[in-house]
Nanobody
Framework: QVQLVESGGGLVQTGGSLRLSCAAS????????MAWFRQAPGKERVIVAA?????????YYADFTEGRFTISRDNAKNTLYLQMNSLKPEDTAVYYC????????????????WGQGTQVTVSS
């Protein structure tokens, strides 16, 4: 069964940190690329970061992460993480985990599986 379950969201003050987790079924976790997207109120869903097994492995970060976010995966636990530091109010959004059979891409249409999302709220 394909399943992605996010956790770790919550309310944090500006400058704080959160670590999001995405527990995946083994089949989903073996996907070539796994990524985090986010959707703020009234805005489109956009990619935050992605990591891929293809080749020597690679990672992608959206410009707005500005070195504050780190994507990682624990293969033993079939879990994807997003460490978010120095959070800003503009980081407030629902964060989604996604998996793709393709190489890293920013288009959400290429991602085959999605979690239900976890809310991150950063207060000023």
């Amino acid at each position: 069964q394909v399943q992605l379950v996010e956790s770790g969201g919550g309310l944090v003050q500006t400058g704080g940190s959160l670590r999001l987790s995405c527990a995946a079924s083994r089949r989903t976790f073996s996907s070539n690329t796994m990524a985090w997207f986010r959707q703020a109120p009234g805005k489109e869903r956009v990619i935050v970061a992605a990591t891929s097994w293809i080749g020597r492995g690679s990672s992608y970060y959206a410009d707005f992460t500005e070195g504050r976010f780190t994507i990682s995966r624990d293969n033993a636990k079939n879990t994807l993480y997003l460490q978010m530091n120095s959070l800003k109010p503009e980081d407030t959004a629902v964060y989604y985990c996604a998996a793709s059979a393709r190489q890293i891409g920013t288009d959400q249409a290429q991602y085959d599986y999605w979690g239900q999302g976890t809310q991150v709220t950063v207060s000023s």
